[in-house]
Nanobody
Framework: VQLVESGGGLVQAGGSLRLSCTAS????????MGWFRQAPGKEREFVAA????????YYADSVKGRFTISRDNAKNTVYLQMNSLKPEDTAVYYC???????????????WGQGTQVTVSS
């Protein structure tokens, strides 16, 4: 599975962005998908995850109520809608795929190259 993220950019605090992650291959619908982020000098951290069907979602406490993960299996794409952005959301955002729904990065087998999100104050 190859993953390609898009949609990052520069936004003012309080603004919104929607990230997309498009997968190659015909087995996308069998994978759970996750979003992670890594800020400079910090460890990669979990943001959100969604089951293969979209029926289950999980969020980090820091983004709960502001971010929404969703997927469209017909388009082989997972999304991360980010609202009420804060400067502390600034990071490189990565999508990842795994056979098991998890919030642990080490369990994910496939990763995208990342997309930069910068939130100015």
């Amino acid at each position: 599975v190859q993953l390609v993220e898009s949609g990052g950019g520069l936004v003012q605090a309080g603004g919104s962005l929607r990230l997309s992650c498009t997968a190659s291959g015909r087995t996308f619908s069998s994978y759970a998908m996750g979003w992670f982020r890594q800020a400079p000098g910090k460890e990669r951290e979990f943001v959100a995850a969604i089951s293969w069907s979209g029926g289950s979602t999980y969020y980090a406490d820091s983004v709960k109520g502001r971010f929404t993960i969703s997927r469209d299996n017909a388009k082989n794409t997972v999304y991360l809608q980010m609202n009420s952005l804060k400067p502390e959301d600034t990071a490189v955002y990565y999508c990842a795929a795994d056979s098991i729904l998890s919030n642990w990065s080490y369990e994910y087998d496939y990763w995208g190259q990342g997309t930069q999100v910068t939130v100015s104050s």
